[in-house]
């Protein structure tokens, strides 16, 4: 059954995805569009389940991954003043104006306190996608997106940290906030001294050895392993990922190791992902809340676009980069979604309001490569 499952979702991506190329778009938004079509909000032919999950967060992984190793560690650094002047607006312009409407709304303090947390987040899997597409990577605006999405990213952890800690929610209800910051500031730096100083000696000796594929496996390994412990410690592996491919980014043979990297993910695991996001829509039940999502899409959308522009401008950077920059952030992708999730599994959401709201996500993140891909296609 797992195989007719993986096998539907491919097929339906790889199709879609070209269709949707033909009409000059994107072709993750044909991958999404495969998931709506086989999910419940189409045919209902398949279902967003355990087995889709896990392949979808591997996707994931291996996408930031790639992002990360074919970015450049000078440009991100050369853009580091910027990138922190959009996360920062970028985080307390949506996390303002959904407090508000929280409270406009009728909800107590907690609740809105909950919007503004998870529609500061930001997913950059998908613009890493459109922004490696169209070789921007390592522009001036593709190296501010990356520098602040990792810093949006971990803002966000923090955020929702934060939040659980205040109100008793979660599985970290038990520990301290300064002692998880600790926690994870300790994991991140032990972590990237550990592999800059045993990747370099490692991989010649394990490229020396006659084994097909094992310098790949490894890395391969290497890249679930340390998502896993960084989840386990409250970052996001999505961003560890990430941190991971800059680390290889430097490395001699790096060359071979994104070509496997890029045929593994991109055949398989990648597609899976985008088709998995469409698998969790569903119209049931929503045309109650349809005035309300219609409103939270336009400030979600609005609010992640001119925080960041606005950021950017501040930061000295010309009215074009800055608006390909805004429109980068608008995708809450994963991040929203695993604090959605969480959300409801604290009883913090309602399943009528946790369904607007991964609809609204899901929304953001369509149009984000939609808007996308013109701005960069005359840049």
Do not use: C
């Not at 522009?139 to 971990?154: K, P």
């Not at 599985?171 to 300064?178: A, E, I, Q, T, V």
């Not at 392993?225 to 800059?246: H, K, M, Q, T």
């Not at 429109?327 to 994963?334: A, D, I, K, L, W």
């Amino acid at each position: 059954m797992a195989g007719v499952i993986l096998a539907s979702m491919l097929l339906a991506a790889l199709f879609l995805a070209w269709l949707v190329e033909r009409m000059g778009l994107p072709a993750v938004v044909g991958q999404i569009g495969a998931g709506l079509l086989l999910g419940p909000a189409g045919f209902h032919f398949l279902n967003a389940n355990s087995i889709t999950e896990h392949w979808a967060e591997i996707g994931v992984l291996l996408l930031m991954f790639l992002a990360g190793i074919e970015s450049d560690l000078g440009l991100l650094k050369q853009h580091f003043k910027k990138s922190l002047s959009v996360a920062l607006a970028g985080v307390v312009t949506p996390f303002t104006v959904f407090y508000i409407f929280g409270h406009v709304l009728g909800y107590g303090n907690e609740q809105a306190l909950l919007w503004g947390v998870l529609f500061s987040a930001t997913s950059v899997s998908i613009t890493a996608q459109i922004l490696t597409e169209y070789k921007q990577l390592k522009s001036e605006a593709g190296s501010t997106i990356l520098g602040a999405a990792v810093i949006d990213d971990i803002l966000a952890v923090l955020m929702w940290t934060i939040f659980e800690t205040s109100f008793g929610v979660g599985d970290n209800k038990h520990l301290s906030l300064p002692l998880m910051i600790v926690g994870m500031v300790l994991y991140l730096v032990g972590l990237l001294f550990l592999l800059n100083w045993a990747l370099p000696k490692v991989l010649p000796i394990l490229s020396k050895i006659p084994q097909p594929g094992l310098v790949l496996t490894v890395v391969f390994a290497l890249i679930l392993l340390s998502a896993y412990f960084a989840e386990f410690v409250g970052l996001s592996g999505a961003i560890v990922a990430f941190l991971l491919g800059l680390l290889f980014s430097r490395m001699k043979g790096r060359q071979s190791i994104e070509h496997g990297m890029t045929l593994v993910g991109n055949v398989v695991f990648i597609p899976i992902f985008f088709v998995n996001i469409g698998l969790k829509v569903s119209w049931d039940g929503q045309g109650q809340h349809i005035v309300l999502i219609v409103l939270m899409t336009i400030f979600a959308i609005l609010t992640k676009w001119l925080g960041p522009v606005v950021g950017a401008r501040l930061a000295g950077m010309d009215k074009k980069p800055a608006y390909i920059v805004g429109v980068g952030m608008v995708s809450r992708g994963e991040m929203a979604l695993v604090i959605a999730d969480l959300a409801l599994a604290a009883h913090l959401l309602k399943h009528d309001i946790y369904a607007a709201m991964v609809l609204v996500i899901l929304l953001t993140t369509i149009f984000t490569p939609i808007v996308l891909k013109p701005m960069l296609k005359k840049n």
